[in-house]
């Protein structure tokens, strides 16, 4: 990576009530990349993003944020911050643009607040609500109301913790929508336990579990070149290495029966598979595609992998 990370989590560990929730956390993201934070319940990841965003202080290790350290220089790095928390803090007896305009006021963009209220309220698709009371307002609208105070300075890190929860399928596909089109020009942490939510925006995926990192990696692209592997012969990454059509391997769980692959340009599914035959592999299923994702999530979260990354 050239360009230096907007955020960086180094070795990060959260103590609470005497019980180390979250641990060893190390996660790099830059701009323009949409990173998918996944976990059961009580994984650990609303207490790492409040890490992220700044609402708690690590007990052990550093959270940086364009380079600065968020417990040594809290106001400069949290000005580059945007946070959604679950439970968005909406004042419901202001209108969606007085409210706005009380966030730019926080944030101190002054002179600036008008034109901001009026790019977020544009982005978030708020323009035919702008004037009505956020209490008068649907989930769905409240929640791209929140999206629009984390958005509305313009940070470098945008931080959204289960944006999507409760909501109808059609308001979840609209968010959906509008957090990928916010990777294109900020870093983006969305937390989720939706693997739906993560396929559908996110470029990499982090999965919790006991508060432990346990998987990072990219998400495989829509036309296949990622590939899910199971074996029932161990094998290492030097044997996937050794056939020609293989670019890169990167194990999907513990045991080494079960890879992620990424193909060479040009070849196919149907080329791998004659070639794992060929090897006496033992193999037992291969898929194309984002559904690998499904396969190490439950295998993570039923306790059976170990740490794994690509």
Known sequence: MTASPVLALASVSRDLAGRRVVRDVDLVLA????LGLLGVNGAGKSTTLRMIAGVLAPSVGRVLVDGEDLAE???LARREIGYLPEVPPLHIELSVTEFLAFCARLHGLAGEAEAAV???????????????????????????VGLAQAILHEPSLIVLDEPASG???????NLRELVRSLGADHAVVLSTHV???VVACCDRVAILHEGAL???????????????????KSIDAGDWLEL???ADATPAAAGGTAWRLRLRDGATTSMLAAAI???????????????????????IAAGSATAVAA
């Open 214 to 232: 346990r998987y990072e990696g990219r998400l495989a692209d829509p036309a296949g070149a990622g590939i899910f592997v199971r074996t029932s």
């Open 31 to 34: 701009r323009g990349e949409v």
């Open 244 to 246: 020609p059509i293989v």
């Open 167 to 173: 909501l109808d399928p059609v308001q979840a596909l």
């Open 277 to 299: 035959v060929e090897r006496a592999f033992g193999l037992e299923e291969l898929r194309a595609g984002n559904a690998a994702l499904e396969e190490t999530f439950m295998e």
């Open 73 to 75: 220089a809290p106001g």
């Open 195 to 197: 693997l739906p939510d």
């Open 118 to 144: 009026a790019r977020a309220i544009d982005r978030c698709g708020l323009g035919d609500v702008r004037r009505r009371l956020i209490g008068a307002l649907s989930k769905g609208f409240r929640q791209r």
